[in-house]
């Protein structure tokens, strides 16, 4: 069973930093897609940003630049690490997993994923609140 446990949120003041983290177990695919999502109040879930099992890294455009995603394949542990922080970045913040197909898969698959939000896995989420 695929457990999903994120850790790192909180809250900070704009132009700060948070990194938050993903605990990955009970996870067996060799080919996979790992992303970020978020929901604020009253929107929609939103994917943030991906990395697949190549690390190849997607992001949605409100991102690009501030957010880094990353992954510690021997921790087995996922990460984003958000600088420069702004006031609409406020959301649950929830980490996902889905599978790949073997034995090769495009570059956009898991952008194409993470723009559809379908992904197999995913956590409880962590909080991050962005004071202005």
């Known amino acids: 069973q695929v457990q999903l446990v994120e850790s790192g949120g909180g809250s900070v003041q704009s132009g700060g930093s948070l990194r938050l983290s993903c605990a990955a177990s009970?996870?067996?695919?060799?080919?996979?897609?790992m992303g970020w999502f978020r929901q604020a109040p009253g929107k929609e879930r939103e994917g943030v940003a991906a990395i697949d099992s190549y690390g190849r890294t997607s992001y949605v455009d409100s991102v690009k630049g501030r957010f880094t995603i990353s992954q510690d394949n021997a921790k087995s542990t996922l990460h984003l690490q958000m600088d420069s922080l702004k006031p609409e970045d406020t959301a649950m913040y929830y980490c996902a997993a889905a599978s790949a197909p073997p034995p090769y898969y495009p570059r956009d698959y898991c952008a194409r994923r993470l723009l559809k939000g379908d992904f197999d896995h995913w956590g409880q989420g962590t909080q991050v609140t962005v004071s202005s």
């Open positions: 009970g996870y067996s695919y060799s080919n996979y897609c």
